[in-house]
């Protein structure tokens, strides 16, 4: 919300010579616009880069618990494994809600 209004603040201040309304709206439109896409690109990129990162994990774990069942610190790997998979699961799960809502959009 903060670089919204920094954007139009900016864009107010750089446009301000402008004299025509509909024209200054459709300039600040247009940085909002740019500023909301580069924010969205960046925050499915740092959630991709987590779901990748938590699968690498699970498969790592995957193969501790298969290959050291009888370890001593068992329970504290079934414990990672979990949180993991639940965290997994919430970006699965906010993936679906977000393709839901764009298909009741179109």
């Known amino acids: ?53 938590l699968r690498d994990s699970l498969k790592f774990l995957d193969h501790n618990i298969c290959d050291n069942f009888n370890s001593p610190d068992m329970a504290r790997i079934l414990k990672e494994f979990e949180d993991l998979k639940t965290e997994l699961q919430s970006i699965y799960e906010e993936k679906g809600r977000a393709a839901i809502f764009r298909s009741k959009c179109r």
Do not use: F, H, V
């Not at 960046?42 to 880069?49: G, L, P």
């Open 1 to 53: 919300m903060t670089k919204i209004r920094e954007t139009y603040s900016r864009t107010r201040a750089l446009y301000s010579d402008l004299g025509d309304a509909r024209l200054l709206w459709e300039m600040l439109k247009m940085e909002i616009r740019a500023a909301t896409i580069a924010y969205s690109k960046k925050k499915a990129k740092a959630t991709t880069n987590r779901e990748l990162e």
